[in-house]
């Protein structure tokens, strides 16, 4: 075998391996890696009480109540599998609305509802323009 | 790989490359201005977004493109290991930098749609750290090789990192799809994208992509015309 056949096979079987390992490795990552909690991660298991977390997922239909003082907010979070009580005070994004993603940071309470600090919107990855969203958007929720 | 052989030869290569720069470059111009307008103009504004989402036909390409860049760059590291060409590491040479400016916009269109999207400028989510490491891949890559330029060194250690790079394409690309992030999905090669508003995106997507063959083209010339003039110091100075 010439030098430069050697090189390619040994370059390539490199190359392979470096690809590889790298998938399986941050494929292994997935649950510390993992940018919020679903609801369903946190059923049934302890409560990560001493920590600031993050909670993820969809905003229950007709959930989101108004509270007297102007500013507080309440609503469920859920993932179809189970669903997670949020109070949060303060101003949310455009996109944060019923029927579609949200991800909340704060800190889970003792009795499993969630105080938020901090809300996020999360889209989904579908584009489309006013006229033809109509009933689009909100499937999603029912489908999850 | 006869083809690629031939163009080895810098006096060949740059026989095609000179008349193709021009051409890349301004046809790429062109069509990046049409589809700029036309998403501006022409595709209406998405449902929940509103007008923010018009970045998009910014900040999908030189996501493209910065990883595009990156696996250019790996592809000329491999064979510049394998076969030797020194145009293979003039090529990786030529790209970083191009690569590096795009996978910054990238970040940057990012973090200005996500302030009114999602309501934050920056979150460390799966996908927006792993864009930020090839960031800083591509400044790591440039710094190595300067240093072994500096040092006269074969190009051989650039190289290698050029190909170990590559670990993280597949992290950028899968991290949306392994870890649940604040970064939606995958919508353009699922078609979750409705046509009326895809379609200016091919144009950007195309024209920046030719934009970046003509640059790098452009610095490949550059780069070989001032070996060219080391070279020839080196002769008057030798003489």
């Known amino acids: 075998m010439k030098a430069k056949h050697q090189r390619l096979v040994l370059a390539l079987l490199a190359l ?46 007709g959930s989101i109540q108004r509270q007297p003082d102007g500013v507080s907010i309440r609503f469920v979070v859920t993932d179809g599998q189970a669903k997670v009580p949020v109070a949060f005070r303060g101003v949310t994004p455009d996109l944060f609305k019923e029927g579609s993603g949200v991800v909340a940071e704060g800190r889970f309470q003792p009795d499993g509802s969630f105080i938020a600090d901090n809300i996020l919107a999360k889209h989904d990855e579908r584009y489309m323009p006013p006229q033809a969203a109509g009933n689009m958007h909100e499937t999603k929720s029912l489908e999850q | 790989m006869p083809a690629l052989h031939a163009l080895a030869n810098p006096a060949r290569f740059l026989r095609i490359a000179r008349p193709l720069t021009p051409i890349l470059f301004w046809l790429g111009v ?13 595709t209406p504004p998405d449902a929940l977004q509103k007008e923010s989402v018009r970045i998009l036909y910014i900040h999908v390409p030189s996501a493209w493109l910065g990883m595009g860049g990156w696996s250019g760059l790996a592809i000329a590291c491999l064979s510049y290991l394998i076969w030797r060409h020194p145009l293979a590491s003039v090529a990786a040479r030529a790209i970083a930098p191009a690569g590096a400016t795009f996978a910054a916009l990238c970040l940057l269109t990012g973090s200005i749609w996500g302030r009114p999207t999602w309501g934050t400028w920056w979150e460390w989510d799966g996908r927006l750290t ?22 006269s060194g074969d190009g051989r250690v650039p190289a290698l990192f050029g190909v170990a790079g590559s670990a993280l394409l597949p992290i950028v690309h899968y991290s949306v799809i392994w870890w649940n992030t604040l970064h939606q999905g995958e919508s353009v090669v699922t078609g979750k994208i409705a046509p009326s508003m895809l379609w200016p995106l091919f144009f950007t997507l195309g024209g920046f992509t030719l934009f970046f063959a003509g640059v790098v083209l452009m610095r490949m010339r550059a780069i070989l015309a001032n070996q060219k003039v080391e070279a020839r110091l080196r002769r008057m100075a030798a003489a």
């Open chain 1, 16 to 61: 392979g391996a470096i690809l590889g390992a790298s998938a399986l490795a941050m494929s292994a990552l997935k649950d510390q890696a993992a940018f919020f909690y679903a609801p369903a991660d946190v059923k049934g298991k302890p409560l990560p009480l001493d920590r600031h977390v993050r909670l993820g997922g969809m905003v229950e239909k």
């Open chain 2, 30 to 42: 062109v069509l990046v201005a049409f589809g700029c307008w036309a998403g501006l103009m022409l």
């Open chain 2, 130 to 151: 792993s864009m930020l490491l090839l960031f800083f891949v591509y400044i790591a890559w440039i710094a190595l090789d300067r240093a072994d330029a500096d040092r």
